[in-house]
C-alpha cells in the first residue's frame, strides 16, 4: 500500500459504560478521532451475564472490540459473581464468532474505606471478592480468548492506593497510565486491523528494559517525507551506561570491611544497541532528532502521520506512533 492517504479499514468499538472504563479509554473524543475507528457505542454499565443476554438476544452489535469491566459483577450475589468468568468466556465466544475481540478491566483490590483490612474476619469484604475474582479470571481469560486490561497491577504502579479516590475509581496518574494499558492491548491483539492510529503521531524513544534510558541515535534508516511500513526499521538507538551488578569472589564481605567502604559488589558498563521498527504504515513526517542527536527514553525523535506531506508540528501529535524493538547483534 503506497497511497497518499493511508486506507485504514473502519471498525467500531462497543464500551460497557462501567465507571473505570469511562473515566480511562472511554473518556469524551478519546477514540471518536481515531483514523481507523468508524463508531464508537456506549451501552450503561452492565454485569456479565445481562452483557451475555443482550448480546444472545441480538439487542446489542458486538462490533470489533468490546470493552467491559468486572466491577458490576463485585456487587452481584455469590452465585452471580461466581458465574462472572464463565459468563465473560461466553461472551469472548460470541465475539470470536462476529471475529472480534473481548476487552475485560479488571479492579483495583485498594479500598480506601478498608484501613484495617480485616481479611480474615471479612470474609466477603471488597478486597476479598475482588482478588478471588481477579485470580479466577487470570487462570481463565488465555484459554477462553478474554483480554484483560490489568487496572490492579497498573494502579500498583504509579500510586497505589492514592490513585484511588473511592473503591472501584481512578484519578490522576493512573487514570492515563490505565488509559495507554488498554489503548496498547487492542493496538497488539490486532483486533482493529491496524493501530489505534490518530492522523498526527509521536514517534517516541522506547525503553527496552529499566535500566535502558540515555543514550545517542546512530542511525536514521528512513528519509523524512517517506512512507513506511508495519515492521520497517526506523532508527537506531545506542543506549548508554547500562549497570549490571555482580558479585565479587575475592572482596571483603565482613562487616569491618564494609564499615570501611569496601564493597562485594561491582559495576559493569557497556553500550547497548536496539532498532526502533515501525507497528503501523505511516509516514514519517518531521525528523525532530538527528542522527547523533542526544535522546532519553521518553524523547519524541519524529513526527508520523497517515497523510503525505501534512503541514504539522510536535504539539499536533494526539497519541503515540506504535513500534516495536529489535535488539542490534
Same mark, same amino acid.
Given at each position: 500500500m503506497?497511497t497518499?492517504?493511508?486506507?485504514i479499514? #473502519?471498525?467500531r468499538i ?9 473515566? /480511562?479509554?472511554?473518556?469524551? =473524543?478519546?477514540?471518536d478521532?481515531?483514523?481507523?475507528i468508524?463508531?464508537? *457505542?456506549?451501552?450503561?454499565?452492565l ?9 444472545n438476544n @441480538?439487542?446489542?452489535?458486538?462490533g470489533?472490540v ?6 458490576p ?8 459473581l461466581?458465574?462472572?468468568?464463565a ?6 465466544s ?12 479488571n479492579v ?29 479470571l487470570?487462570?481463565?481469560?488465555g @484459554?477462553?480468548? $478474554?483480554?484483560?486490561?490489568d487496572?490492579?497491577?497498573a494502579?500498583? +504502579?504509579v500510586g497505589? $492506593?492514592?490513585t484511588?479516590?473511592?473503591?472501584g ?9 490505565? /488509559? *495507554?494499558e488498554a $489503548?496498547?492491548?487492542?493496538?497488539q491483539? =490486532?483486533?482493529?486491523?491496524?493501530? $489505534? ?6 514517534l517516541?524513544?522506547?525503553?527496552f528494559d529499566?535500566?535502558?534510558?540515555v543514550?545517542?541515535?546512530? @542511525? ?6 517517506a512512507m513506511?511500513s ?7 538507538v ?5 549497570v549490571h551488578?555482580?558479585?565479587? +569472589?575475592?572482596? *571483603? ?12 559488589k561491582? #559495576? ?7 532498532t526502533v ?5 505511516a509516514?514519517l513526517?518531521?525528523?525532530l ?5 542526544? !535522546? ?6 519524529? !513526527? ?8 504539522v ?11 516495536g524493538?529489535r !535488539?542490534?547483534?
Amino acid at each position: 500500500m503506497r497511497t497518499d492517504d493511508l486506507d485504514i479499514r #473502519q471498525s467500531r468499538i462497543t464500551l460497557v459504560g462501567s465507571p473505570d472504563v469511562l473515566a /480511562t479509554i472511554g473518556r469524551s =473524543g478519546l477514540l471518536d478521532t481515531r483514523a481507523e475507528i468508524d463508531e464508537v *457505542d456506549r451501552v450503561d454499565s452492565l454485569r456479565s451475564d445481562e452483557l451475555l443476554a443482550r448480546l444472545n438476544n @441480538k439487542e446489542l452489535e458486538p462490533g470489533r472490540v468490546l470493552i467491559t469491566s468486572l466491577y458490576p459483577d463485585l456487587f452481584a450475589g455469590g452465585d452471580a459473581l461466581d458465574r462472572t468468568v464463565a459468563n465473560l468466556a461466553a461472551v469472548a465466544s460470541v465475539m470470536s464468532e462476529h471475529k472480534g475481540q473481548l476487552f475485560v478491566f479488571n479492579v483495583s483490590t485498594y479500598d480506601p474505606a478498608d484501613t484495617v483490612h480485616r481479611y480474615g474476619s471479612e470474609a466477603d469484604g471488597f478486597a476479598v471478592r475482588t482478588q478471588r475474582l481477579l485470580m479466577d479470571l487470570e487462570n481463565k481469560a488465555g @484459554k477462553a480468548g $478474554i483480554n484483560v486490561i490489568d487496572v490492579d497491577a497498573a494502579v500498583a +504502579e504509579v500510586g497505589g $492506593i492514592e490513585t484511588v479516590p473511592q473503591r472501584g475509581a481512578l484519578s490522576g496518574a493512573a487514570i492515563d497510565f490505565v /488509559t *495507554d494499558e488498554a $489503548i496498547l492491548a487492542i493496538d497488539q491483539t =490486532g483486533a482493529l486491523a491496524g493501530s $489505534i492510529q490518530a492522523p498526527v503521531m509521536r514517534l517516541v524513544v522506547p525503553s527496552f528494559d529499566r535500566r535502558t534510558s540515555v543514550g545517542a541515535i546512530s @542511525k536514521w534508516h528512513v528519509a523524512q517525507g517517506a512512507m513506511v511500513s508495519e515492521g520497517d526499521p526506523l532508527f537506531d538507538v545506542r543506549f548508554e551506561s547500562r549497570v549490571h551488578r555482580f558479585d565479587l +569472589e575475592d572482596g *571483603d564481605k565482613s562487616a569491618k570491611g564494609r564499615k570501611a567502604g569496601k564493597s562485594n559488589k561491582a #559495576q559493569r558498563f557497556w553500550n547497548f544497541d536496539i532498532t526502533v521498527v515501525a507497528g503501523a504504515d505511516a509516514y514519517l513526517n518531521r525528523v525532530l532528532v538527528e542522527e547523533s542527536g542526544r !535522546v532519553t527514553a521518553g524523547d519524541t525523535a519524529a !513526527v508520523m502521520t497517515t497523510g503525505r506531506g501534512m503541514n504539522v508540528s510536535a504539539s499536533d501529535a494526539a497519541a503515540d506512533f506504535r513500534v516495536g524493538v529489535r !535488539v542490534m547483534e
